[in-house]
């Protein structure tokens, strides 16, 4: 088992350099695992929303239920990239450039998982504090997609005809989809 991690966290290009120079953005992924840790663990703050009270019971449900659409929709992406799969923003060279099934509906669909779980934790923790971490992530994927993009334009002629027709996060988001 051990072995098996160790192998693919090579073929993911992962390096004890990388995580010193960042050559492969290695940098990325962790400032995105640091605002999702925090999003998980980090209690309301300051305090709960005021609600209307006929919205509190509602709130955290609809929360629970972004939470678990934006899991199902992470783990419908992770099988969807299959060899291209890595959680850096340098794609892996000698693979297909994924442009079907959720592909074909964003270039980044676990980025947008990530951003529909953050949504659903803002609206179940409710304060201040969750939106300015989904807020913070937002502004940290949008980096990451762009600088993926950059070497996808390098390694798949094609990329530029897909990023024009096919949104980046969410469709006409200004910000999240940059066409």
Aim: glycine share 8%.
């Amino acid at each position: 088992m051990i072995r098996t991690i160790a192998d693919v966290l090579q073929r993911w290009g992962f390096s004890r350099g990388g995580w010193l120079d960042n050559r492969r953005g290695e940098w990325w992924l962790l400032a995105q695992l640091l605002l999702i840790a925090l999003d998980v663990l980090l209690p309301s703050w300051p305090a709960r929303w005021a609600w209307p009270p006929f919205l509190l019971p509602w709130l955290p449900l609809l929360g629970l239920g972004l939470l678990g659409g934006g899991l199902v929709l992470a783990l419908l992406a992770f099988m969807q990239l299959g060899e291209s799969l890595t959680p850096l923003p340098e794609p892996m060279p000698a693979v297909p450039l994924k442009q079907q099934g959720l592909y074909g509906f964003c270039r980044h669909p676990l980025y947008l998982a990530v951003l529909i779980c953050s949504s659903g934790m803002a609206l179940i923790r409710a304060g201040l504090l969750h939106p300015l971490l989904l807020l913070a992530l937002a502004m940290l994927l949008v980096g990451k997609a762009r600088r993926e993009e950059r070497f996808l334009m390098a390694l798949h002629p094609d990329f530029e005809a897909y990023r024009q027709r096919t949104a980046a996060i969410v469709p006409w988001l200004p910000g999240l989809d940059w066409r």
